[in-house]
T-cell receptor, first 114, second 113 residues
Framework: AQSVAQPEDQVNVAEGNPLTVKCTYS??????LFWYVQYPNRGLQFLLK??????LVKGSYGFEAEFNKSQTSFHLKKPSALVSDSALYFC????????????FGKGNQVVVIP | IAGITQAPTSQILAAGRRMTLRCTQD?????MYWYRQDLGLGLRLIHY???????GKGEVPDGYSVSRANTDDFPLTLASAVPSQTPVYFC????????????FGQGTRLTVV
């Protein structure tokens, strides 16, 4: 079964500094990888995905992520964090072997300090 | 309707009562999912459906049942509500054949008393 690990509970970063949120995954076969963001009392909003092709994918709000197959990682990055980026971030993985189960990590709280 | 809609958005329920959470999507997505979000535990999959007429168990299916009579609707039923069933519930859908991302509803906040 597929699984996702987001090792840090909370990521603190100063406004203007680079932001990185870590994600590693475990699947059988090729992974389909996703990042979502959740603001307080809201549903999840899609940021970006890796399906195939270029390992560096760019998404909404200036975020990007790099797929690294050898390290089974898909870290989310933003070159310059904004206070408005403070939210809960989720990594998710899916593979298709007779089912479409989409597995999420436990999430990382990002706090951008003004 | 545009996207995916959950109802109700919040509910207070007496322990032992039966409750059905509704989820409807208008995107003709084949796959649908129900997740529960508990503080510190992230999102855990309760049940999922690859296509109309089929369902499967996720990580935490006990105490819940689902049905998928058609493409658009994927209701989740709590047979007998217990206080541990008080997370936020999220429904989602995706077009897995086209590898689209999952689209989420706004969530249902359930309080069992």
């Amino acid at each position: 079964a597929q699984s996702v690990a987001q090792p840090e509970d909370q990521v603190n970063v100063a406004e203007g500094n680079p932001l990185t949120v870590k994600c590693t995954y475990s699947v059988s076969g090729n992974p389909y990888l996703f990042w979502y963001v959740q603001y307080p009392n809201r549903g999840l909003q899609f940021l970006l995905k890796y399906i195939t092709g270029d390992n560096l994918v760019k998404g909404s709000y200036g975020f990007e992520a790099e797929f690294n197959k050898s390290q089974t990682s898909f870290h989310l990055k933003k070159p310059s964090a904004l206070v408005s980026d403070s939210a809960l971030y989720f990594c998710a993985v899916r593979t298709y072997y007779g089912n479409n189960r989409l597995a999420f990590g436990k999430g990382n709280q990002v706090v951008v300090i003004p | 309707i545009a996207g995916i809609t959950q109802a109700p958005t919040s509910q207070i329920l007496a322990a032992g009562r039966r409750m059905t959470l509704r989820c409807t999507q208008d995107m003709r997505h084949n796959a649908m999912y129900w997740y529960r979000q508990d503080l510190g535990l992230g999102l855990r999959l309760i049940h999922y459906s690859n296509t109309a007429g089929t369902t499967g168990k996720g990580e935490v299916p006990d105490g819940y049942s689902v049905s998928r009579a058609n493409t658009d609707d994927f209701p989740l039923t709590l047979a007998s509500a217990v206080p541990s069933q008080t997370p936020v519930y999220f429904c989602a859908s995706s077009d897995s054949d086209r590898n689209t991302e999952a689209f989420f509803g706004q969530g249902t906040r359930l309080t069992v008393v």
